[in-house]
């Protein structure tokens, strides 16, 4: 197996997982014409009977997953090198030129779906979720939304430009953010803020540029819900991204949940560190650092043996996705490693025609690159398991669910992290997880209730902005850890979260998730086999289920109430030495 790195695989010459039947070979996805000449012959296509009905679908779901994939594969190398020229203009005009003259075929395409099923019968149980998702975008769609949105879409792009490029010269060397973030690890505190400080300075440089970027995009998202016949955005995407089964009500209470019964967990974990490191109080660059002044974990030196480890991981859990995690390896579907120009952060995307996963990441060689590879692999593992469905709208789940895939492959893979580690540094690393976890799900309580403030108050200023996520950050702060004299950095801290930007109201799925990740660890505690055939069983329905019904197919419930989130916490606890 040979792990890869960037611009290994060639996306052209990937086979379709099966053969086209509607689109044609040579299809030149740029040619519009070309393009809106397909989108016709659906529109005008005779349909008669149910089965030609489900074999117009199937001829629409070739299409959208074709044209999907050309657009992701535009994406992943814009990503992968945001300093090419070419890369960016040729991604740009795909959403400047491409998308936007797709949509009102989308559109017309939606509507003539439900035309159809009002006098053909369908199998309500195989495409009922398919027609309430289709009904609930022709609701929302408005031609005069198309401008805008490809305006939100270039704006993201210029956001992950600003951010790749973003780079500090430190310890002799032009380093990347990322790579900047080995140095929080260092036992060594007058280093660590030294390289804190450079980052967060570094950040600061492009404050304005970044406040400006966002300030668009507000105006534009708000223009777009108003188009759409709503008060505020937060509405309207709730609507869009087809969460039927909770409310804007039901995240501020999680949010309320959080407050009460995480965060003083978390000034617990906090209070312990400060306490172990002996200083009279945390500041920012203190909070990766091992307590106690062991050196950094350090899994790996370079991406092949992050790759080869956790390959015996997977196989240890199990074949299949051993079997897979290899073949995405061999395949060339992977780019790990982090370097300049390359856009931040992690992501897996699913090449919809080959039904193959592509997974991006920054790897440095810290302890938390390789909870993100499991993370990702776990939402590839989820995109091959429900590949095998013909249906391009039922091969991605909801993303409450799509984020159990990963979250609950960390917590699995978690016992098996010897392959990396001594014994003793597997219980840091194991330690350092499940504290992570309720960071995260505070962090998340953080990041959505900043969003619900944003769009519910769209003619905000920036300095009210500032304010208002000074105000819902130290709501949730447990005080432990000093910004005093960071006033700016603590300020704009929330640029460096990409889903604000790039993927409003993208967020709060992490906590439901984790909370459902929980689950089937706990589960696992009691019969891992059984844990884990639930979890894949789950995850091979995609999108065909409700969301309930895709977490009780995982063995676990779709619930995040208090009276679920608390046993979860206290069994959390029940694993961190100093609550005991």
């Known amino acids: 197996m040979t792990p890869s790195s960037a611009g290994v695989v060639d ?38 009977s149910p089965e030609d009905l489900e074999k117009w679908i199937e001829k629409r779901s070739e299409l959208e997953a074709a044209l999907d994939q050309f657009g992701s594969v535009l994406y992943i190398k814009m990503t992968c090198a945001t300093d090419d020229e070419d890369r960016a203009n040729r991604y740009a005009e795909f959403i400047e030129k491409i998308v936007p003259e797709i949509k009102p075929y989308d559109d017309q395409l939606n509507r003539r779906f439900l035309g159809l099923t009002e ?36 704006l993201s792009q210029k956001y992950q430009k600003i951010c790749g490029a973003m780079t500090v010269q430190f310890d002799g ?35 304005d540029q970044l406040e400006d970027v966002f300030s668009q995009m ?27 089964d909770y409310t804007p009500e039901d995240c501020k209470k999680y949010h309320e949940s959080m407050e009460k019964l995480l965060v003083p967990v978390q000034a617990r974990i906090l209070e312990h560190r400060r306490e172990q490191l002996k200083v009279e109080a945390l500041r920012p660059w203190d909070t990766a650092v091992d307590p ?83 993370h990702e692999a776990g939402h590839a593992f989820h995109s091959m398991a429900c590949a095998h469905d013909p249906l391009y709208d039922y091969r991605h789940g909801p993303m409450e669910f799509n984020e159990v895939a990963s979250m609950a492959m960390e917590l699995l893979a978690g016992d098996h992290l010897d392959v990396f580690y001594s014994e003793e540094d597997f219980h840091r690393s194991r330690q350092s997880h499940l504290e992570d976890i309720i960071f995260v799900l505070i962090w998340v309580a953080v990041i959505d209730a900043f969003q619900h403030w944003i769009y519910e108050n769209p003619e905000h200023t920036p300095k009210q902005r500032r304010e208002a996520w000074l105000s819902i950050h130290n709501r949730f702060n447990t005080g432990v850890v000093d910004w005093s004299g960071l006033e ?30 929980l689950q089937v660890w706990q589960n696992a505690k009691t019969d891992q086999k059984k844990a884990l055939d639930d ?8 999108g065909a289920k409700t969301l309930p019904e895709l977490y009780t197919a995982a063995g676990i419930r779709f619930d995040f109430s208090e009276n679920i989130i608390e046993p979860l916490v206290q069994a959390v606890k029940k694993e961190l030495p100093y609550f005991s």
Request: net charge neutral.
């Open 119 to 154: 006098s053909i019968p369908y199998d309500k149980e195989r495409y009922g979720l398919y027609h309430r998702a289709i009904q609930t975008d022709v609701k929302l769609f408005v031609k005069e939304n198309i401008p805008l949105e490809t305006q939100v879409s270039i």
């Open 535 to 542: 979890y894949l069983k789950g995850l091979s329905y995609g």
């Open 173 to 207: 060397e032009e380093k990347t953010l990322p790579q900047m973030s080995k140095y929080l690890m260092e036992t060594d505190r007058e280093l660590r803020e030294k390289a804190w400080r450079a980052t967060a300075e570094r950040r600061l440089q492009d404050k």
């Open 292 to 374: 106690l002044g062991r050196k950094p974990l350090k899994p790996f030196e370079e991406v092949p043996e992050l790759v080869g480890g956790c390959r015996k991981i997977f196989n240890q859990l199990h074949a299949t996705l051993g079997q897979q995690f290899e073949e995405m390896a061999d395949e060339g579907l992977l780019d790990l490693d982090s370097r300049k120009g390359k856009a931040p952060g992690g992501y897996q995307s699913a090449l919809s025609e080959s039904r193959k996963p592509f997974i991006f990441m920054n790897a440095v060689g810290i302890d938390g690159d390789v909870r993100t590879l499991l």
């Open 218 to 244: 507000l105006k534009l998202r708000h223009q777009i819900a108003q188009n759409a016949g709503f008060d505020n955005y937060r509405d309207y995407k709730f609507k869009s991204l087809h969460r039927f």
């Open 488 to 517: 700016d950095q603590h300020a704009y801290v929330w640029h460096r979260q990409l889903h604000i930007f790039e993927v409003p109201f993208y967020y709060i799925e992490y906590g439901i998730a984790q909370l459902g990740a």
């Open 11 to 48: 996306f052209d010459t990937l086979k379709p997982y099966a053969p086209r039947a509607f689109v044609p070979e040579n299809m030149d996805f740029m040619d519009i014409e070309r393009l809106k000449g397909l989108y016709q012959q659906l529109l005008d296509e005779s349909v008669q």
